[in-house]
């Protein structure tokens, strides 16, 4: 601890204090209440606390690197992509499909063992998983199981899934990720309420224990079908202060951090002897939702204005050119189905949308609001934002909370306009309708994340859904995309990719260029280098 101490000049007393408790908490947590923990992971996230530690309940970026070391899914991304053609077999070792795309049959692994005694993991417990996932009281992804028509056991180690219509990606949904994750229905009946802070998986680590606003450690599953892990273990400690967490990297106390999403961050950390900066997909599209449904947003001259008082180019500057790319759709790039629609969205022009809401009967500008996160990364975003409506008289109110109020308040239908940065299965359909279709509309029983209430596209939405030309289907998600953009339903910002920082000593096991759980994947051959 003697170099932290050597640095106090270079640090504000708030941060100085904070790196402090973040090394006491990481000496003493991580060693003495855990026994002797040796050849452990230390982890840096920005975060005050978990969201909810449930993968059918948490969309939170906080919370998805450690779903994907902790759960497995029938299929999987191969370690370090984010890749559609990536997908290989995760519980289930093979399949097959009827011609039509509407009935799959998943022949599963023997063996494969529930974390802490519950059991082996059968083909009982993927019709659980999958009942639960389409459950709206028990999933926040229960919209995309709708589609299911069932899902049944054959026998302990086979499970038939039956569509209702064909999709664009089944394998998508049954991933590693959101409502793919796969639970132990033993676990999850005996535990009850208990199950939310003390999640039952069967990947490579396991629960150990967690102390709220402080850390949450997993052990390794010795018992992990693909082999015991290397590590013995993983410290994911809640550390929203950049400058405490980048300082205990520095430091050694830390041998991966979450970074701050911007361009000065990693040129500062790739200075940094002895640290490996991860710049990698999929990149999470910033877009400002516009409540449709409410005064002064139901106006679409109002929504226009406000759309023309953003500066990309500014944003480009301020997030930086390696990092953030400007986004130019609904959908962002990479996606199959993307349609540039650049020469539709509303240009920058000032004066113009200051005439656009004297118009609207508005001469002397609007007044709306927003509840945001305090996450440093989305909330500095949302302050330019911010500054930027202020020269074309929109005066936005902000009230910033912690990331798991925000992200309940907004559900709750709170926010006239919503901040959103977020990445999905890069399919085009999937975005467009979490986003986009008057199904996942906010306050509904169907609910997901289409904060705007925009129906503009729905048609094309279902249309495209059930489409076997793929040009065709890619005709209809672009018509989707020219309706949406036509109605300002949302104002897509920048593209920012993902940023994370490792010890050169780190192995990962793989080469890191994606992952759709948004954090580097700690696998059972992720250890130290000698």
């Known amino acids: 601890m003697k170099n932290l101490f050597n640095n106090k000049s270079r640090l504000s007393k708030t941060a100085y204090g904070l790196a ?7 000496s003493v947590s991580g060693q003495s209440q855990a ?11 920005a975060a005050s606390d978990a969201g909810r530690l449930d993968p059918h309940l948490s969309a939170t970026t906080i919370d998805k690197a450690v779903f994907g070391w902790m759960f497995s899914g029938l299929v999987r991304f191969t370690p370090g992509t984010a890749s559609p053609n990536t997908i290989e077999p995760d519980l289930a070792k093979s399949w097959n499909s009827s011609k039509d795309g509407l ?69 998508g949904l049954i991933t590693n990720y ?26 490579p680590f396991m629960f150990g224990e967690y102390k709220p606003q402080q850390y ?54 790739q200075k940094l002897k002895g640290a490996v900066v991860h710049v990698m997909e999929p990149s999470e599209m910033s877009v400002m939702s516009l409540n449709t449904t409410v005064k002064p947003l139901s106006d679409i001259r109002v929504r226009k204005a406000i759309a023309m008082a953003v500066n990309r180019v500014e ?50 500008g609007v007044t709306i609001n927003a509840i945001h996160t305090s996450l440093p990364g989305m909330l500095s975003t949302m302050e330019v934002f911010q500054a930027q409506l202020r020269r074309a008289g929109i005066k936005l109110e902000l009230e910033v909370v912690e990331h798991a109020t925000f992200h309940a308040q907004i559900r709750k239908d709170l926010s006239q306009v919503t901040h959103y940065s977020a990445a999905r ?14 199904d996942s509309t906010v306050g509904t029983k169907t609910a997901v994340t289409n904060f705007s209430h925009c129906s503009a596209g729905d048609a094309e939405i279902d249309a495209a859904r059930v489409e076997h030309d793929g040009n065709k289907q890619k005709a209809l998600w672009k018509t989707a995309q020219e309706k949406i953009v036509k109605e300002v339903c949302a104002i897509p910002i920048y593209e920012n990719l993902q940023l994370w920082a490792t010890k050169d000593n780190l192995d990962l096991g793989y080469n890191l260029v994606g992952s759709l759980t948004l954090g580097p994947p700690v696998t059972e051959k992720t250890n130290f280098k000698k």
């Open 315 to 364: 944003f480009m500057n301020f997030k930086g050119p390696d990092v953030t790319r400007a986004a130019t759709s609904v959908v962002p790039q990479g996606y199959l189905g993307h349609a540039d629609m650049s020469d539709l969205m509303p240009k920058f022009d000032v004066e113009g949308a200051k005439k656009l809401l004297a118009d609207a009967g508005y001469p002397n």
């Open 216 to 269: 949450l450690k997993l052990v390794a599953n010795p018992k992990y079908f693909r082999g015991s892990p290397k590590l013995n273990g993983i410290m994911y400690t809640y550390i929203p202060s950049d400058s405490a967490r980048d300082l205990a990297f520095q430091t050694g106390e830390l041998d991966m951090i979450y970074g701050n999403q911007g361009q000065k961050w990693v040129e500062r950390m």
């Open 178 to 203: 959101h409502g793919g994750n796969i639970v132990c229905k033993k676990a999850v009946e005996e535990m009850g309420e208990d199950f939310l802070k003390r999640p039952i998986g069967t990947g």
């Open 425 to 438: 299965f890069p399919v085009a359909d999937t975005y467009l309708t979490q986003f986009f279709h008057s």
């Open 35 to 45: 026994g002797s923990e040796t050849n452990f992971l230390n982890v840096g996230i």
């Open 103 to 171: 009935e799959w049959t998943f022949n599963l692994r023997k063996g494969v063992q529930c974390h802490h005694n519950f059991g082996e993991l059968t083909a009982a417990d993927i019709v659980f998983s999958f009942a639960r996932a389409a459950n709206p009281k028990s999933s926040s992804f229960s919209s995309d199981f709708k589609v299911f028509d069932s899902v049944k056991a054959l026998d302990p180690y086979t499970v038939k899934i039956t569509l209702k219509n064909p999709i664009p990606s089944l394998l």
């Open 20 to 26: 402090i408790v973040l090394v006491l908490s990481i």
